[in-house]
Protein backbone atom coordinates (compact mmCIF):
# COMPACT_ATOMS: atom_id res chain seq x y z
CA UNK A 1 0.00 0.00 0.00
CA UNK A 2 2.96 2.33 0.84
CA UNK A 3 4.39 1.55 -2.43
CA UNK A 4 1.12 2.23 -4.59
CA UNK A 5 0.92 5.94 -2.52
CA UNK A 6 4.67 6.30 -2.99
CA UNK A 7 4.29 5.66 -6.81
CA UNK A 8 0.83 7.99 -7.13
CA UNK A 9 2.61 10.85 -5.62
CA UNK A 10 5.04 10.75 -7.55
CA UNK A 11 3.11 10.37 -10.74
CA UNK A 12 0.96 13.61 -9.37
CA UNK A 13 4.11 15.59 -8.30
CA UNK A 14 5.78 14.65 -12.00
CA UNK A 15 2.49 15.61 -13.99
CA UNK A 16 2.06 19.03 -12.04
CA UNK A 17 5.79 20.05 -12.33
CA UNK A 18 5.41 19.36 -16.06
CA UNK A 19 2.34 20.91 -16.13
CA UNK A 20 3.97 24.05 -14.74
CA UNK A 21 7.02 23.74 -17.57
CA UNK A 22 3.63 23.99 -19.92
CA UNK A 23 2.31 27.47 -18.62
CA UNK A 24 5.52 29.51 -18.27
CA UNK A 25 6.25 28.09 -21.85
CA UNK A 26 3.13 28.70 -23.48
CA UNK A 27 1.55 31.57 -21.24
CA UNK A 28 4.27 33.57 -19.57
CA UNK A 29 7.35 33.22 -21.74
CA UNK A 30 5.24 32.83 -25.11
CA UNK A 31 4.67 36.86 -26.45
CA UNK A 32 1.65 37.97 -28.97
CA UNK A 33 3.93 38.40 -31.81
CA UNK A 34 5.27 34.87 -31.29
CA UNK A 35 1.26 33.61 -31.66
CA UNK A 36 0.76 36.55 -34.67
CA UNK A 37 3.67 35.39 -36.73
CA UNK A 38 2.05 31.48 -35.69
CA UNK A 39 -0.77 32.15 -37.43
CA UNK A 40 0.62 34.21 -40.36
CA UNK A 41 3.14 31.77 -41.47
CA UNK A 42 1.96 28.39 -39.94
CA UNK A 43 4.55 25.64 -39.99
CA UNK A 44 6.90 27.91 -41.69
CA UNK A 45 7.46 29.91 -38.01
CA UNK A 46 10.72 29.76 -36.09
CA UNK A 47 8.99 31.20 -33.19
CA UNK A 48 7.12 27.74 -33.40
CA UNK A 49 9.89 26.14 -32.38
CA UNK A 50 11.27 28.25 -30.47
CA UNK A 51 8.39 27.86 -28.04
CA UNK A 52 8.24 24.65 -28.01
CA UNK A 53 12.38 24.26 -28.02
CA UNK A 54 11.34 26.33 -24.34
CA UNK A 55 8.97 24.23 -22.80
CA UNK A 56 11.14 20.97 -23.63
CA UNK A 57 13.55 22.19 -21.79
CA UNK A 58 11.90 23.58 -19.03
CA UNK A 59 10.40 20.06 -18.57
CA UNK A 60 13.50 18.49 -18.43
CA UNK A 61 14.70 20.96 -15.89
CA UNK A 62 11.78 20.47 -13.43
CA UNK A 63 11.46 17.00 -14.55
CA UNK A 64 13.95 15.61 -12.10
CA UNK A 65 15.39 13.36 -14.50
CA UNK A 66 18.54 15.15 -15.94
CA UNK A 67 19.59 11.88 -17.78
CA UNK A 68 16.83 11.59 -20.17
CA UNK A 69 16.89 13.39 -23.37
CA UNK A 70 14.45 11.09 -25.25
CA UNK A 71 11.33 12.32 -23.50
CA UNK A 72 12.03 16.12 -23.76
CA UNK A 73 12.43 15.96 -27.42
CA UNK A 74 9.06 13.85 -27.74
CA UNK A 75 7.59 16.56 -25.68
CA UNK A 76 8.99 19.15 -28.08
CA UNK A 77 7.70 17.50 -31.26
CA UNK A 78 4.25 16.64 -29.99
CA UNK A 79 3.75 20.68 -28.57
CA UNK A 80 5.00 21.35 -31.98
CA UNK A 81 2.82 19.48 -33.88
CA UNK A 82 -0.36 20.46 -32.33
CA UNK A 83 0.76 24.22 -32.36
CA UNK A 84 1.04 23.78 -36.33
CA UNK A 85 -2.41 21.77 -36.31
CA UNK A 86 -3.54 25.19 -34.13
CA UNK A 87 -2.34 27.70 -36.63
CA UNK A 88 -4.48 26.44 -39.42
CA UNK A 89 -8.15 26.34 -37.28
CA UNK A 90 -10.13 29.54 -36.55
CA UNK A 91 -9.39 31.65 -33.79
CA UNK A 92 -12.10 30.34 -31.24
CA UNK A 93 -12.55 29.85 -27.51
CA UNK A 94 -13.55 25.93 -28.59
CA UNK A 95 -10.21 25.46 -30.65
CA UNK A 96 -8.06 26.96 -27.73
CA UNK A 97 -10.04 24.84 -25.41
CA UNK A 98 -8.84 21.59 -27.46
CA UNK A 99 -5.76 22.85 -28.30
CA UNK A 100 -4.71 23.28 -23.94
CA UNK A 101 -6.72 19.55 -23.63
CA UNK A 102 -4.51 18.37 -26.22
CA UNK A 103 -1.14 19.76 -24.28
CA UNK A 104 -2.65 18.31 -20.61
CA UNK A 105 -2.93 15.03 -22.71
CA UNK A 106 0.51 15.08 -23.72
CA UNK A 107 2.08 15.98 -20.34
CA UNK A 108 -0.34 13.22 -19.34
CA UNK A 109 1.68 10.61 -21.39
CA UNK A 110 5.27 12.68 -20.96
CA UNK A 111 4.19 11.46 -17.15
CA UNK A 112 3.43 8.07 -17.86
CA UNK A 113 6.69 7.65 -20.48
CA UNK A 114 8.99 9.07 -17.36
CA UNK A 115 7.45 6.33 -15.03
CA UNK A 116 7.60 3.40 -16.90
CA UNK A 117 10.74 3.94 -18.04
CA UNK A 118 12.59 6.16 -14.95
CA UNK A 119 10.65 5.16 -11.81
CA UNK A 120 11.27 7.42 -8.96
CA UNK A 121 13.25 10.82 -10.12
CA UNK A 122 16.75 11.21 -9.85
CA UNK A 123 17.27 14.95 -8.46
CA UNK A 124 17.53 15.77 -4.47
CA UNK A 125 14.43 14.03 -2.71
CA UNK A 126 13.66 17.56 -0.72
CA UNK A 127 12.75 19.08 -4.16
CA UNK A 128 11.48 16.60 -6.41
CA UNK A 129 9.43 14.97 -3.81
CA UNK A 130 8.20 17.68 -1.93
CA UNK A 131 4.45 17.46 -3.59
CA UNK A 132 3.12 20.20 -1.03
CA UNK A 133 5.81 22.61 -2.84
CA UNK A 134 4.92 22.03 -6.12
CA UNK A 135 1.20 22.51 -5.58
CA UNK A 136 1.30 25.93 -4.27
CA UNK A 137 3.55 26.84 -7.42
CA UNK A 138 1.47 25.38 -9.95
CA UNK A 139 -1.71 27.31 -7.95
CA UNK A 140 0.23 30.65 -8.21
CA UNK A 141 1.46 30.15 -11.24
CA UNK A 142 -1.63 29.26 -12.81
CA UNK A 143 -3.63 32.60 -11.66
CA UNK A 144 -1.27 34.75 -13.07
CA UNK A 145 -1.32 34.85 -16.72
CA UNK A 146 -2.50 31.69 -17.90
CA UNK A 147 -6.08 32.65 -16.32
CA UNK A 148 -5.81 36.17 -17.41
CA UNK A 149 -5.39 34.46 -21.09
CA UNK A 150 -7.91 31.76 -20.78
CA UNK A 151 -10.22 34.47 -18.94
CA UNK A 152 -9.73 37.02 -22.09
CA UNK A 153 -10.59 33.75 -24.09
CA UNK A 154 -14.10 32.95 -21.82
CA UNK A 155 -14.86 36.88 -22.04
CA UNK A 156 -14.19 37.86 -25.51
CA UNK A 157 -17.70 38.17 -26.86
CA UNK A 158 -18.11 40.73 -24.42
CA UNK A 159 -15.41 42.69 -25.03
CA UNK A 160 -16.02 46.39 -24.90
CA UNK A 161 -13.71 49.53 -25.81
CA UNK A 162 -14.51 52.62 -24.21
CA UNK A 163 -12.05 55.09 -26.67
CA UNK A 164 -12.63 57.42 -24.56
CA UNK A 165 -11.07 55.59 -21.53
CA UNK A 166 -7.73 57.70 -20.02
CA UNK A 167 -6.67 54.37 -17.96
CA UNK A 168 -3.44 53.63 -17.26
CA UNK A 169 -1.88 50.65 -20.04
CA UNK A 170 -2.39 46.68 -19.09
CA UNK A 171 -3.16 48.47 -15.86
CA UNK A 172 -6.74 45.90 -15.65
CA UNK A 173 -4.26 43.05 -16.34
CA UNK A 174 -1.80 43.46 -13.86
CA UNK A 175 -5.11 44.43 -11.51
CA UNK A 176 -6.91 41.16 -12.53
CA UNK A 177 -3.14 39.36 -11.94
CA UNK A 178 -2.92 40.36 -8.17
CA UNK A 179 -6.39 40.46 -7.44
CA UNK A 180 -6.39 36.52 -8.19
CA UNK A 181 -2.87 36.32 -6.08
CA UNK A 182 -4.92 37.83 -2.91
CA UNK A 183 -7.60 35.77 -3.30
CA UNK A 184 -5.50 32.22 -3.48
CA UNK A 185 -3.30 33.65 -0.55
CA UNK A 186 -6.89 34.07 1.33
CA UNK A 187 -8.14 30.61 0.59
CA UNK A 188 -4.75 28.88 1.35
CA UNK A 189 -4.91 30.12 4.71
CA UNK A 190 -8.59 30.04 5.14
CA UNK A 191 -9.75 33.38 5.27
CA UNK A 192 -12.28 33.34 3.20
CA UNK A 193 -14.17 36.49 5.32
CA UNK A 194 -11.28 38.34 3.26
CA UNK A 195 -12.49 37.12 0.31
CA UNK A 196 -15.84 38.36 0.74
CA UNK A 197 -14.34 41.83 1.70
CA UNK A 198 -12.47 41.75 -1.39
CA UNK A 199 -15.61 41.18 -3.88
CA UNK A 200 -17.61 43.65 -2.19
CA UNK A 201 -15.17 46.24 -2.32
CA UNK A 202 -14.40 45.48 -5.96
CA UNK A 203 -18.67 45.40 -6.78
CA UNK A 204 -19.01 49.20 -4.72
CA UNK A 205 -16.22 50.57 -6.57
CA UNK A 206 -17.74 49.81 -10.08
CA UNK A 207 -21.51 50.12 -8.56
CA UNK A 208 -21.05 54.08 -10.19
CA UNK A 209 -19.96 53.27 -13.25
CA UNK A 210 -23.00 50.72 -13.74
CA UNK A 211 -25.54 53.32 -12.78
CA UNK A 212 -23.92 55.64 -15.86
CA UNK A 213 -25.84 54.47 -18.72
CA UNK A 214 -22.75 55.89 -20.77
CA UNK A 215 -20.13 53.57 -19.63
CA UNK A 216 -22.74 50.44 -18.49
CA UNK A 217 -21.43 48.59 -20.91
CA UNK A 218 -17.82 48.71 -19.88
CA UNK A 219 -18.43 48.75 -16.21
CA UNK A 220 -20.62 45.13 -17.02
CA UNK A 221 -17.75 43.92 -19.18
CA UNK A 222 -15.22 44.41 -15.84
CA UNK A 223 -17.58 42.40 -13.89
CA UNK A 224 -18.02 39.24 -15.42
CA UNK A 225 -14.44 39.12 -15.92
CA UNK A 226 -13.48 40.34 -12.17
CA UNK A 227 -16.74 37.75 -11.43
CA UNK A 228 -15.14 34.86 -13.50
CA UNK A 229 -11.73 35.86 -11.93
CA UNK A 230 -12.92 35.46 -8.81
CA UNK A 231 -14.42 32.13 -9.13
CA UNK A 232 -11.25 30.28 -10.91
CA UNK A 233 -9.19 31.79 -7.99
CA UNK A 234 -11.41 30.48 -5.32
CA UNK A 235 -11.21 27.11 -6.97
CA UNK A 236 -8.07 26.70 -7.59
CA UNK A 237 -7.65 27.55 -4.13
CA UNK A 238 -9.87 24.82 -2.87
CA UNK A 239 -8.41 22.07 -5.29
CA UNK A 240 -4.73 23.00 -3.48
CA UNK A 241 -5.93 22.41 -0.56
CA UNK A 242 -7.67 19.43 -1.35
CA UNK A 243 -4.72 17.74 -3.29
CA UNK A 244 -2.25 18.80 -0.04
CA UNK A 245 -5.18 17.15 2.26
CA UNK A 246 -5.39 13.95 0.28
CA UNK A 247 -1.41 13.45 -0.92
CA UNK A 248 0.94 15.39 0.63
CA UNK A 249 0.27 15.21 4.23
Not at 71 to 97: E, N, Q, R, T
Request: charged share 15%.
Amino acid sequence: MQAETCISVTAISLFIRLFIAHMAGDFILQQKSWVKQRATYKWKSGLLYANAAIIAVLSWILSGYPHTWLIPILIFAVHAGIDIIKSYAPDKPVIFAADQLLHLAATAGATWLYLTREGLPAGPEWLFGNLELWIYIAAYTMVTWPMGIIIGMLTRKWSYENETSDGLKDAGRYIGILERLLILTFVLINQFPAVGFLVAAKSVMRFGDIRDSNNRKGAEYILIGTMISFAVAIFTGLLAQWLIKIYAV
